[in-house]
């Protein structure tokens, strides 16, 4: 058994005065030649969101939000993972494994946090309630950097598993998005025992013959998203599934960067009608970015690309038999038809087409 250790976030004051700096004495491109976002995060919108950042957000907003859970770290195959373990007060709560993706990180589950392990608080049933654990990925945020390749999806997903039986429960359900999806799949077709469910927001699969011959209209979205994706969204996996160390550099160097790289899919990820702070507020924005920047882990997260894209993992036509739920946004990247998921998840539960909502 490995040693769990209480975590408390405490960011340098010389690191914050250096980010105002930087932010101070940015060097801008030229404005886009484009009216709209097809070109990447626009310039003025990039300018205000940054100027909010150095002179209204503040600084410690993130420290300490995360710093009001239980926070704790723990070694895993040598490697500091860092996760949130808040305990419900209800006797019927049941273990809930939340794992977020890129660019997320554990802030983004704050928001659903409360409803989970208090639910009488927010007028739903007492016996709703769940334990949480909601880890940081290697190499994301608070989590140790491997210092060797390795750490892909199969390697997360059992790490997982080994964290949940080291605080004791011999049981638990698992959800994810993202990164998140695909390692509570992988735990899911590991199967080793204690996980008793799953839940993604993201289901993986291809499609079916039959939609490549007579498609439905679902079967149609999800290759309009598919085809989008491919053609004008995924730049940034390509770079990062193949050249992680590059993209790094100036991603750790520059907060501007940083924030550009990451608020652009926030943009495109979600279902805001044209606008990020639709949905998320400037400061809601700057907290994930914070994650990032604060624990310079450009490179080191995306890493996860390259180990996984670049690399012979287990793909997405493997069986999964454990029970599985899952809920499909309409703004996803790839809003999958419940026939290409049975392909793969072969005991859905579960299934509901939510009527707004995306990646995020």
């Excluded at 209204?56 to 993130?62: K, N």
């Excluded at 998840?345 to 909502?357: T, V």
Aim: with cysteine.
């Amino acid at each position: 058994m490995s040693t769990i250790k209480p975590f408390s976030i405490a960011f340098n004051q010389s690191d914050l005065d250096d980010l105002r700096r930087r932010l101070a004495t940015a060097r801008w491109p030229e404005q886009e030649t484009v009216t709209d976002w097809t070109q990447g995060v626009p310039l003025d919108y990039l300018k205000n969101l940054c100027a909010h950042w150095e002179n209204g957000y503040d600084l410690y907003r993130v420290q300490n939000l995360l710093n009001t859970y239980p926070q704790f770290t723990i070694e895993i195959d040598g490697l500091e993972i860092y996760f949130l373990h808040i305990k419900s007060t209800e006797a019927s709560s049941r273990p809930l494994l939340l794992t977020h993706g890129w660019p997320g990180s554990v802030v983004e589950f704050s928001g659903v946090i409360g409803p989970l392990h208090d639910p009488a608080n927010f007028n739903a049933s007492a016996d709703d309630a769940f334990d949480l654990v909601i880890p940081a990925l290697p190499g994301y945020g608070f989590s140790g950097k491997p210092r060797t390749s390795g750490w892909g999806i199969e390697k997360i997903a059992n790490a997982w598993d080994s964290l949940m039986g080291q605080l004791g429960y011999q049981s638990y359900f698992a959800q994810g998005g993202d990164w998140g999806a695909a390692v509570t799949s992988e735990i899911g077709r590991q199967n080793l025992g204690a996980c008793q469910a799953i839940h993604v927001n993201m289901p993986q699969a291809w499609p079916t013959k039959a939609s490549r011959t007579s498609p439905t209209e679902q079967d149609k979205a999800a290759f309009a998203g598919a085809r989008f994706y491919m053609a004008d969204d995924s730049g940034y996996s390509k770079i990062q599934s193949t050249r992680p160390q590059s993209i790094g550099y100036s991603l750790s160097d520059s907060p501007i960067a940083q924030a550009a790289w990451i608020i652009e899919k926030f943009y495109t990820w979600t279902d805001c009608d044209g606008n990020p702070e639709n949905i998320l507020s400037k400061d809601q924005l700057l907290d994930n970015v914070m994650m990032y920047w604060m624990t310079n882990s450009a490179a080191s997260s995306a890493r996860l690309y390259w180990q996984s894209f670049g690399q012979n993992i287990k793909g997405s036509d493997q069986e999964i038999h454990v029970p599985t739920g899952c809920s499909i946004f309409p703004k996803e990247i790839v809003p999958l038809p419940k026939t290409w998921a049975a392909q793969r998840y072969k005991n859905i539960q579960y299934w509901n087409h939510l009527a707004r909502g995306g990646h995020f």
